[in-house]
């Protein structure tokens, strides 16, 4: 109802305003050649059970796109932290009584920016006399490539210029040392 469309419109606010994507209005032609999308809805609740949130996403279709034609079939994983590296941090975390914090980046995948869009045709409901397709211009959820791209951004931009360094052993682990503290 109500509540499901205030989630969808704020998550389609959110894809425009940060340039994520571009509403237009295209051939039927053109269509026939877009990637398709659905939507997903998700129900996030807290400890107790409790609504908390309804998340609504709007997610590419990626198995339609082509490998080496619509994207670089060479660039579609993101170096991910080994096992090992991971039961090594938990066991020196619990050993040393430190305490382990994650964080979120919101809308993570859609912080990417593509050179080149891909056309997206919208479900039906979306649709109007204005719109009925978006270039896409970040690598969106459901893309082969968006792990990858997120990767490489948070990289570029986030931890190699904050003085990290990646693991020559571990490409998903990245290391800063400064006097004896290490991160």
């Given amino acids: 109802g109500k509540e499901w469309s205030k989630a969808r419109q704020k998550e389609i606010d959110g ?102 869009p891909w056309l997206m045709k919208l479900p039906k409901h979306l649709t109007n006399e204005k719109h009925n397709a978006a270039w896409v211009w970040s690598s969106m959820y459901g893309s082969p490539p968006a792990s990858y791209d997120f990767g490489e951004m948070l990289k570029d931009k986030g931890l190699v210029p904050a003085g990290f360094k990646q693991s020559d052993n571990d490409p998903g682990l990245y290391i800063k040392q400064i006097g004896d503290v290490i991160t």
């Fill in 15 to 116: 894809l425009i305003k940060n340039g994520a994507i571009e509403l237009v209005k295209v051939s039927n032609e053109d269509l026939k050649r877009a990637v398709k999308a659905k939507e997903v809805l998700k129900i996030k609740q807290d400890e107790d059970g409790f609504l908390t949130k309804l998340k609504w996403r709007l997610v590419l279709k990626g198995f339609s796109l082509r490998p080496f034609v619509d994207y670089d079939g060479r660039k579609v994983s993101s170096s991910v932290a080994a096992t090992s590296t991971i039961l090594l941090h938990f066991a020196n975390t619990f050993k040393r009584s430190i305490h382990s914090g994650h964080c979120d980046a919101v809308q993570a995948f859609l912080q990417t920016k593509r050179s080149k």
